[in-house]
């Protein structure tokens, strides 16, 4: 049996030899892997795996907006950015609109709240609007994954998310929205089933929650 990590880990970047388990635990579940030092090689690595004028979907992620990832795809005009396509439409007449757009990518980009060492993601949300791209509605799927998100198993991933990244996004959902989150729908994925659909970027480094 794992030991359970206390919480205060959850923060910390884990080993070489860690990301490498995962890496490899992902890899036989068919996912793509690459462990890139940090975000500054991340983001040349987002331009060379994204064609120009490819329909690009970021949903609400701080490993993104701290990077500079979100700017890059969302303000570069490289791409047909759907984010800043979707907050202009009217939520009111066009829901069913924003929902497709949304749903169906050329290319989802993003972030995981963990990724075990028996290769699986797993990915909370409150709305559940960035999900089914990152379920299999995206062509493709690009994760950027700090090095303090990986933990042994599932069951330590769950705590992770409860413990470490609620506490955290409810102060950023109450800043900006006025409203705390809350884990309404769970998403994990413990394997690939289309070859090259889904790529990892597994960073030495440690950021977003």
């Known amino acids: ?20 388990r ?8 068919g996912f793509t892997v690459e462990i890139l030092d940090d975000t500054a090689a991340a983001r040349i690595r987002i331009e060379e795996l994204i064609p120009e004028g490819a329909s690009v979907f970021t949903g609400a992620s701080e490993t993104l907006r701290l990077s500079g990832i979100d700017d890059d795809i969302n303000s570069s005009g490289r791409y047909q950015a759907v984010k800043p396509r979707t907050l202009a439409m009217d939520r009111a007449t066009q829901s069913d609109d924003i929902r497709r757009l ?8 993003g972030s995981v709240h963990a990724v075990t060492e028996t290769g699986s993601l797993v990915i909370a949300s409150g709305s559940g609007s ?3 791209a990152n379920a299999g509605g995206a062509a493709r799927a690009i994760w950027i ?3 303090q998100k990986v933990v042994p198993d599932l069951e330590t991933a769950l705590r992770r998310v409860e413990e470490h990244c609620l506490p955290l996004e409810n102060v950023r959902s109450l800043e900006a929205y006025g409203w705390p989150s809350a884990i309404n729908r769970l998403l994990v994925l413990n394997a690939e089933y289309e070859p090259g659909r889904g790529t990892v970027l597994l960073l030495r480094e440690a950021i977003g929650f």
């Open 1 to 20: 049996m794992t030991t359970p990590l206390p919480a205060t880990t959850f923060a910390d970047a884990v080993s070489e030899r860690r990301l490498e």
């Open 22 to 29: 995962a890496a490899a635990a992902l890899t036989a579940h």
């Open 102 to 109: 949304r749903a169906g990518p050329d290319v989802v980009v």
């Open 130 to 132: 960035q999900l089914p």
């Open 145 to 147: 994954v700090g090095a």
